[in-house]
């Protein structure tokens, strides 16, 4: 019965959402179980462009350290920001999700050959709630009790938190930089004299990911529509 209740509420996790979380578990879980290693895993340009160990693309997004603290706040912000943004600006728009992990990705990992990180993960949730936290404006926010701000000041207060814990705080501003960047191409600069939308997600994710609309009712989300978003109707999905 557990099972199936389990089984139930995983399935109706938004599907880049249930995808992208459970690697990063089963990764984590592979590494305490001593099957794999973190450096078998970690960002190396050298380890990729030279002996061709392409997989540690992907793979130093999926490993937020070992089983802890820092791991499970990672997670509850990944699954939490992640999936508010596959079912609401996203929502029927798989392809487009898709699209932005993998400029995101991509272009993190550009950056990434300039600082001194191994694993980018983190940057990448902080990449997701920056964008989420631009495009709800207007919902309040309460940091574990003892802070009340909205939602765009959240990025920074996080920030804020890891400087406190003696974190590097290279980590979210490398994701702060890329969630803006993302935010400016798509929401920003389309709406600007003379602007255009310069992302386009490629047909191919579109044919993979995204099933066509049949209803003539249907009525598309701000982000279609002439002019984006309609600010001054901010839309509260809650804290």
């Given at each position: 019965?557990?099972?199936q209740?389990?089984?139930?509420?995983?399935l109706?996790?938004?599907?880049?959402?249930?995808?992208?979380?459970t690697?990063?578990v089963?990764t984590?879980?592979?590494?305490?179980?001593?099957?794999?290693?973190?450096f078998?895993?970690?960002?190396?340009p050298?380890?990729i462009f030279?002996?061709?160990?392409?997989w540690?693309?992907?793979t130093?997004?999926l490993?937020?350290?070992?089983?802890?603290?820092?791991?499970?706040?990672?997670?509850?912000?990944?699954?939490?920001?992640?999936?508010?943004?596959?079912?609401?600006?996203?929502?029927?728009r798989?392809?487009?999700?898709?699209?932005?992990?993998?400029?995101?990705?991509?272009?993190?990992t550009?950056?990434?050959l300039?600082?001194?990180?191994?694993?980018?993960g983190?940057?990448?949730?902080?990449?997701?709630?920056?964008?989420?936290?631009r495009?709800?404006?207007?919902?309040?926010?309460?940091?574990?009790?003892l802070l009340?701000f909205?939602?765009?000041?959240?990025?920074?207060v996080?920030?804020?938190?890891?400087?406190?814990?003696?974190n590097?705080?290279?980590?979210?501003?490398?994701?702060?930089?890329?969630?803006?960047?993302?935010?400016?191409?798509?929401?920003?600069f389309?709406?600007?004299?003379?602007?255009?939308?310069?992302?386009?997600?490629?047909?191919?994710l579109k044919?993979i990911?995204?099933?066509?609309?049949?209803?003539?009712?249907?009525?598309p989300?701000p982000?279609?529509?002439?002019g984006?978003?309609?600010?001054?109707?901010?839309?509260?999905?809650?804290?």
């Amino acid at each position: 019965m557990a099972y199936q209740t389990f089984r139930q509420e995983y399935l109706q996790v938004p599907p880049v959402t249930r995808a992208y979380t459970t690697a990063c578990v089963f990764t984590t879980a592979a590494v305490q179980l001593e099957l794999i290693t973190p450096f078998q895993l970690y960002f190396n340009p050298e380890l990729i462009f030279k002996h061709f160990q392409v997989w540690r693309l992907i793979t130093n997004y999926l490993f937020f350290g070992p089983i802890g603290f820092n791991f499970l706040f990672n997670m509850i912000f990944l699954y939490r920001y992640c999936r508010m943004l596959e079912e609401g600006s996203f929502r029927g728009r798989t392809a487009d999700f898709v699209f932005m992990f993998i400029f995101g990705g991509l272009l993190m990992t550009l950056f990434g050959l300039f600082v001194n990180l191994v694993f980018l993960g983190q940057a990448f949730t902080i990449m997701l709630v920056y964008v989420w936290s631009r495009r709800n404006p207007y919902v309040r926010m309460n940091f574990f009790g003892l802070l009340i701000f909205q939602a765009p000041f959240l990025p920074w207060v996080l920030m804020g938190f890891s400087l406190l814990l003696g974190n590097s705080i290279i980590v979210d501003l490398l994701g702060i930089a890329v969630g803006h960047i993302y935010f400016f191409l798509e929401d920003v600069f389309p709406n600007q004299p003379g602007g255009r939308r310069l992302l386009r997600t490629p047909s191919v994710l579109k044919a993979i990911f995204d099933t066509p609309e049949d209803d003539p009712n249907y009525n598309p989300l701000p982000e279609e529509r002439p002019g984006g978003f309609a600010w001054g109707e901010g839309q509260r999905l809650g804290g």
